[in-house]
């Protein structure tokens, strides 16, 4: 066995040996210069005559067992130049016959490559003169010469390819010589990319299929920087054979699932070329038709745009696309295309291109599905377009619509949504250069249009603008504009007015605007021509027209309805406001007062402006009880500015922040405006009717006249005076009023002169206060002011003296100093006396008030004390014994409160960190004569907090408090300011709400505690949050006269109060179970859902005919169910019920019907029905009650009592 061992031993490797021996030689063999040759001359005739192209092979290495390397392999195009060059290509096969394939070429032989490498390749394509590619040479022979195709010899299988370190270049020979490179851009006329990486596999059949998947590629243009990251995709090619009949179908190229990324750009689609196959790829031009589908992940990021257009992208930022576009160069289209940018903007179209590469020629037909664009998120695609103002305002657009036409010919049918309104347009554009200027024609109609958002005007044209119009014309500015628009405007608000339709028709052009106007509401129409001018120098303004029944509250004039009628005229000519003469008439005006039979006529106004010299205007305005003469050096929008800033300065002279003299005194501008005005009114019926329509309290005697002469220069100067025979103002009436006054403001020097009287021999001022005279005399000059008011009261012995001293020191500072000179006034039966000698001292370092006392017997109102910068200043305002009903003398309250109010406001530091503190009490409070004690109540803030703490307590007649309450008032939180806590010591009595409950609940007793009880939220919306727990509580209920006493608890949680279930007993101890919620809005609005069941034998009437005409008597519920359900203003009470032992109904029906028994009862079997509507007598409650009779229950109906005319019934009978 050893020995058999031994040869087989020997054998093998005598084998290996001889193995060896042959690889080496084959090695040594392959290197042979002769057999090198061999195989160098016949690959390259081989390659040669499958290409049908000069091939040259360096060097061929093969190696055992599959392997071959071929060094330095050039391929040339048919003119002779290099068209692809690599270093090496080394091939791993798996499978091929070189023999069967040199000799039988009758066979398809398949050549499987493991792998295939190519290193340091180089391709160089370029189109001749003649327009043809280098290239097509060898793509015709995977091309059909003829209708009939013969197969090839030749399959392919390449498992894995690998490029390393490539290299590509394309040169468009036919370009002119000014075509070269743009720096910086990717001039695809001499196109080079290096760098050039990519992994790749394929499989070639001898019928025509190319299958090809590119995992990898990347690559670098040099010259523009441009660098491809990734390349993928899956290719097919087909160029099928004919059948049997000699017809073959339509070759095609796939390229699936192809992706690019190219910085942030990232593409993802399918690009398919149908009726191509690989030689006639070589012919791709304008016709060439392709179908590209986008998949949902495409990124193109616009910068990449910059690697290809001289003139760099106009576009920044990022799209996603998907759909699917078709067609050629001349014509391309797609059915639904997708495009989203941005965190909200999404676009969604249907469209078809014709001739996209030449404007001229290009024709859109786009329809816009629904899409939405964000025009923040527009602006930053497009930073270089300088957008509108009216079109960033609509920020978020829905767009719908289509696009028809060329590019300076387009018609346009949109729909726009915005956030300020709806506007569709159905346009013909036409656009430059087609035209100088651009044209359109056609119709316009918006919904809801806010033109104050859009910014047109600062007039605030419209803030719901509803228009339907056609229009026809040119030009955007006013130089180029000439147009006509018939418009009609339904339900919209123009310049602040509101109308309900408006009618136009306009011509505007060269600067003029001709047409007529109609607007109408519901009530009333205006209507007129007009006429603006500015063609010429000076412009034009002409309109007439009437106004008929127009209610100026709608318009914003009044908030009173006003219906007004009457014709207007205006002929005005000049440049502007501030520069124009005419007249203004306004005749035949009637005012009515919608809801009144009160009218007003006035003849007429009318406002002339004439010129009488160069410089100076005269104005005069008139009516029936206005006239006024204005002259001066002026311009009307100078003189409104002047006005208004008298008006905010008055504003400021009479405000609390600043006294009237030192107000005076303050520095202003010195106005050039020169004017000189005289206006008077006639007090008459028509004023007192006028000031009647506007809702003014104030009457004029119908004889009164005030005048007013107004000059200002370099000084101000007013003079008023007012004769009449009453004055009255609300509840207050001045009799035979005489008034003087001056006013002189120097501005230059800061001097103020003020002389004048009022003097009125009677004053009336609500019910309880009167005065027999008043006289107030003014005066001051330069540093002085003085005033002195001085009243009587002759019946009851009163005087009032008051005493204002206002000085400026020498050293600038104004001081100010009131004082109450012997005065008391009678107020009915009360008289309060001012302590004689009191007085104010101002100044604008302190307030200073000495011990200002106004009192009667042991009542008094007392400040003392001083306002200044001083951390140490305090100001003290003392009430005391004021009677709590003065407060509903003054203000009607819905209960009569009573007790003594007692007040210490302490206010310290005000001017550096003020603090306030307030102590309060009223003694003996009552409410609607109900006593409940006395109410402390104590406040503190200081400018280092932010809430107000609030101390209170409710003490009863014993002093022992009752309900005590702590907690923030918030002075930052708006929303839930409140935050306080209400506890009871020994159980708030119940018998407390008393007064509010008096007509529907009687004989409150007991008391309920409060367990982690809290207000919060606002005093308008409060939330109630706790447990309240009832002890020995009872009542009684008005309408049924029946007592109940429980035990139990109540739950409040947010706008809900629970009651879970609690037993009533009535006066036999008898019990029902009462529980259910009410619903509420902050205590406001209360819904009732409560439920009363587990009746036994309940109590439920017991009432006399005095209490209630229509039904009395004793009813016990054996068993039932009770509802109550709406709220406050309209409760009900469902209850069906059996009735139990000793129930005794009886029922009047004398005075009720012809058939003897009341309407609101009907009898059904055993059922007694009340009418769900019968009023039950209290407001706002609604009994709905249906009884069972039975054998324990008694009914009477009672025709006539005096004479015994009685029926009784018991059970069924």
Known sequence: ?????????????????????????????????????????????????????????????????????????????????????????????????????????????????????????????????????????????????????????????????????????????????????????????????????????????????????????????????????????????????????????????????????????????????????????AQFGPDYFFEANLKSDCRLDFALLNYFLAGGSPLQGEVYALGTVTGTFHHIESQDLRVRFGEQSRVRATFSIDEPLNPEETRLNVRMRPSILAFDEVERLLPAVTFPDVLRAMRLLSVQGRLEGSLQDLQVDMRTGTEVGEVVADLHLQLPPRVPVITYEGEITTTNLDLNELGLTDQEPSRRLNFTGTVNGRGVTLEELNTRFDAIVEDSDLFGYQVDSLLAEVQVADRKIEGFLRARDPEGLAYGRVNIDYSTSPGLIKADGEVEKLNLSRYGLYEEPIRVTTRYHVDLRGDSLDNFLGEVSLVNNHFEHLGDTTELDIPGFWVNVTEPRPGIRYTNLKSSFLQADVMGNYTYTRAIDYTRRLVEEARLYFSNQDSLIEAYYAEKPVDSLSLDAKVAVAAGDSLNELLAFLGQPLFFSPNS??????????????????????????????????????????????????????????????????????????????????????????????????????WRTPDGVLRSVVNADTSHLILQTDTLRVAEGDSILYSKEELYVRNLVIQNESRYFRVHGTVSEDPNSRLTVSLAQLDM?????????????????????????????????????????????????????????????????????????????????????????????????????????????????????????????????????????????????????????????????????????????????????????????????????????????????????????????????????????????????????????????????????????????????????????????????????????????????????????????????????????
């Not at 299988?157 to 270049?169: C, K, P, S």
């Not at 002389?755 to 027999?772: A, H, K, Q």
């Not at 159980?987 to 008096?998: A, Q």
């Not at 529907?1000 to 706790?1026: C, H, M, N, T, W």
């Open 705 to 806: 006249l005030l005048v007013c002469d107004l000059k200002f220069d370099s000084t101000e100067q007013v003079n008023v005076t007012y004769k009449g025979d009453s004055v009255g103002y609300q509840g207050a009436v001045l009799a035979r009023p005489d008034i003087g006054m001056t006013v002189i403001k120097k501005a230059h020097v800061n001097e103020l002169n003020l002389n004048g009287e009022v003097y009125s021999r009677f004053l009336r001022v609500g019910p309880r206060f009167t005065l027999d005279s008043l006289s107030l005399e003014v005066a001051g000059a330069n540093n002085y002011f003085l005033s002195d008011l001085q009243a009587y009261q002759f019946d009851a012995d009163g005087e009032v003296r008051f005493v204002l001293e206002t």
């Open 1 to 281: 066995m050893r020995t058999r061992l031994r040869k087989l031993f020997k054998y093998l490797a005598l084998l290996t040996g001889s193995l060896m021996l042959v690889l080496i030689a084959f090695g040594w063999l392959v290197r042979y210069p002769a057999v090198q040759s061999w195989l160098v001359e016949h690959t390259t005739w081989v390659l040669q005559r499958e290409l049908g192209a000069p091939v040259y092979v360096g060097e061929v290495d093969v190696a055992l067992p599959m392997q071959a390397v071929l060094r330095d392999v050039t391929l040339c195009d048919q003119q002779g130049l290099e068209m692809f060059r690599t270093k090496e290509i080394r091939l791993n096969v798996i499978n091929f016959s070189l023999w069967r394939f040199l000799w039988y070429r009758g066979e398809v032989q398949r050549l499987s490559l493991r792998s295939l490498r190519l290193y340091e390749p180089s391709v160089y394509l370029y189109k001749r003169s003649d327009g043809e590619l280098n290239l097509r040479f060898l793509l015709d022979r995977f091309a059909a010469k003829d209708s009939v195709r013969k197969p090839g010899r030749l399959e392919l299988d390449l498992v894995a390819a690998n490029i390393e370190d490539g290299r590509f270049r394309y040169r468009d020979s036919t370009s002119v010589e000014g075509d070269t490179l743009f720096p910086g851009r990717v001039n695809f006329r001499n196109l080079l990319f290096d760098s050039l990486q990519a992994n790749f596999s394929l499989l070639y059949t001898a019928d025509g299929t190319l299958d090809a998947q590119l995992s990898q590629l990347s690559a670098l243009e040099p010259e523009a920087g441009l660098r491809v990251e990734h390349v993928s995709f899956d290719l097919s090619a087909t160029n099928p054979l004919p059948d049997s009949s000699g017809i073959a179908e339509a070759p095609q190229i796939s390229i699936l699932d192809l992706s690019l990324k190219s910085g942030r750009t990232w593409l993802h689609g399918d690009l398919l070329l149908p009726d191509r196959d690989l030689g006639g790829i």
């Open 885 to 1213: 009903g003065f407060f509903s003398e003054i203000y009607p309250l819905p209960y009569e409160p009573g007790g003594m109010l007692n007040v210490e406001l302490e206010l310290s530091n005000l001017i550096q960190r003020p603090e306030v503190e307030l102590f309060s009490r009223v003694d003996s409070f009552t409410l609607d004569g109900y006593p409940y004690g006395t109410v402390h109540l104590q406040a503190n803030w200081a400018q280092a907090f932010s809430s107000v703490i609030v101390r209170g307590r409710l003490m009863d007649g014993a002093s022992d408090t009752t309900l005590f309450l702590a907690g923030t008032y918030s002075l930052e939180d708006s929303i839930s300011p409140l935050d306080f806590r209400i506890g009871t010591t020994q159980g708030f009595p119940l018998d407390y709400i008393s007064p509010f409950v008096k007509e529907q609940i009687y004989g409150i007793s007991g008391s309920v505690a409060l367990e982690r009880f809290f207000i919060r939220g606002r005093p308008d919306k409060l939330e109630v949050e706790g447990t309240g727990y009832f002890r020995d509580a009872g009542f009684g209920v008005s309408y049924f006269k029946t007592q109940y006493t429980f035990a139990g608890r109540i739950e409040f949680e947010n706008n809900l109060i629970h009651f879970p279930r609690i037993r009533l007993y009535d006066r036999h101890r008898n019990h029902a179970d009462f529980h259910g919620d009410i619903y509420h809005e902050g205590l406001t609005d209360f819904e009732f859902d409560l439920q009363m069941d587990s009746v036994r034998n309940f109590l439920v009437m017991d009432t006399r005919r005095q209490d209630n005409p229509y039904f009395y008597g004793t009813i016990y519920m054996k068993d039932g169910l009770a509802d109550i359900t709406g709220n406050l203003e309209e409760l009900n009470l469902q209850a069906i019920a059996s009735s139990g032992p000793n129930s005794r109904l009886r029922i009047p029906v004398t005075d009720y019907t012809d058939m003897g028994r009341p309407d609101y009862i009907t009898f059904v079997g055993e059922e007694v029905l009340t009418d769900p509507t019968f009023n039950t007598g209290l407001k706002g409650f609604n009994l709905s009650l249906t009884t069972i009779a039975t054998e324990d229950a008694e009914v009477e109906l009672i025709f006539d009592e005096r004479v015994g005319d009685i029926i009784r019934g018991r059970g069924e009978g």
